[in-house]
């Protein structure tokens, strides 16, 4: 797997349940994007710009499947998450000489919780979630967790 020398185009996303169904907080030419994703309710994609880029709405998506896919290894590891917890990934589109390839940056924030938790649920996770599983071993994917 290769690594990318120089990014060139980044598509972030937010993802986190949302507890106020009502709570608005795109603007300035943002929106709030409800996904679904099973299991989980009330999943957000948070201040979207107006025309996103490929690699945002991969990230997007990739949010949705992997938030529920935390859940449900937070529930396998018998850990309970804080209700404020939430899911960032950038997703990069970059080269490597002539060739192009694509990685991701993955940031937990789960206040509270023990980082080498966090971090084992997240890597079982990455085990269920489909959109991992489909990257697996031909993107480099990094973990930042955040629980502070």
């Given at each position: 797997?290769?690594?990318i020398?120089?990014?060139?185009?980044?598509?972030?996303s937010?993802?986190?349940?949302?507890?106020?169904?009502?709570?608005q907080?795109?603007?300035?030419?943002v929106l709030?994007?409800?996904?679904?994703?099973?299991?989980?309710e009330n999943?957000?994609?948070?201040?979207t710009?107006?025309?996103?880029?490929?690699?945002?709405?991969f990230a997007?998506?990739?949010?949705?499947?992997?938030?529920?896919?935390?859940?449900?290894?937070?529930?396998?590891?018998?850990v309970?998450?804080?209700?404020?917890?939430?899911?960032d990934?950038?997703?990069n589109?970059?080269?490597t000489g002539?060739?192009?390839?694509l990685?991701a940056?993955?940031t937990i924030?789960?206040?509270?919780?023990?980082?080498?938790?966090?971090?084992?649920?997240?890597?079982?996770?990455?085990q269920?979630?489909p959109?991992?599983k489909?990257?697996?071993g031909?993107?480099?994917i990094g973990?930042?967790?955040?629980?502070?």
């Open positions: 797997m290769a690594k020398d120089q990014i060139l185009l980044s598509g972030n937010h993802a986190t349940v949302n507890r106020d169904p009502n709570l907080r795109g603007e300035f030419g709030d994007l409800k996904l679904s994703a099973s299991g989980v999943l957000e994609f948070i201040a710009e107006p025309h996103p880029i490929a690699e945002q709405l997007g998506a990739w949010s949705a499947c992997y938030t529920s896919a935390f859940q449900i290894a937070a529930s396998l590891k018998k309970t998450l804080p209700s404020d917890y939430s899911v990934i950038q997703v589109i970059g080269q002539a060739a192009w390839f990685g940056e993955f924030r789960a206040p509270g919780l023990e980082t080498e938790v966090v971090e084992a649920v997240a890597h079982l996770a990455h269920i979630c959109y991992s489909a990257v697996h031909n993107i480099e973990l930042n967790v955040v629980t502070a």
